[in-house]
């Protein structure tokens, strides 16, 4: 079983799009919050964005304005609609429960550069 698969990276240039999706498993994503982090090539995985079960977000101050968390619940979905693309944005993005890291998935690579 493999309960979080992200997938939607890929390779782009400073100032295009991408837009991310997460597939999770019902047990991992009802009625909780979910999240959207990142690991740059030797830094610590960090948190992006977040998103409540009832669609209040939070996000990095690095990324407000350029990035927009959203779910659907009716899929058990989460996406990260990613604008304005960054350098600095390169990294492996993971989605998970913030109550529920024991667990990741493989991450889907976003690659921003010229």
């Known amino acids: 079983q493999v309960p979080l698969v992200e997938s939607g990276g890929g390779l782009v240039q400073p100032g295009g799009s991408l837009r991310l999706s997460c597939s999770a498993s019902?047990?991992?994503?009802?009625?909780?919050?979910m999240a959207w982090y990142r690991q740059a090539p030797g830094k610590e995985r960090e948190l992006v964005a977040s998103?409540?079960?009832?669609?209040?977000?939070n996000y990095q101050d690095s990324v407000k304005g350029r990035f927009t968390i959203s779910r659907d619940n009716t899929k058990n979905t989460l996406y990260l609609q990613m604008n304005s693309l960054k350098p600095e944005d390169t990294a492996v993005y993971y989605c998970?429960?913030?109550?529920?890291?024991?667990?990741w998935g493989q991450g889907t690579q976003v690659t921003v550069s010229s």
């Open positions: 998103i409540s079960t009832w669609g209040y977000s």
């Open positions: 998970n429960a913030p109550t529920h890291l024991g667990n």
């Open positions: 019902s047990s991992i994503f009802s009625g909780r919050t």
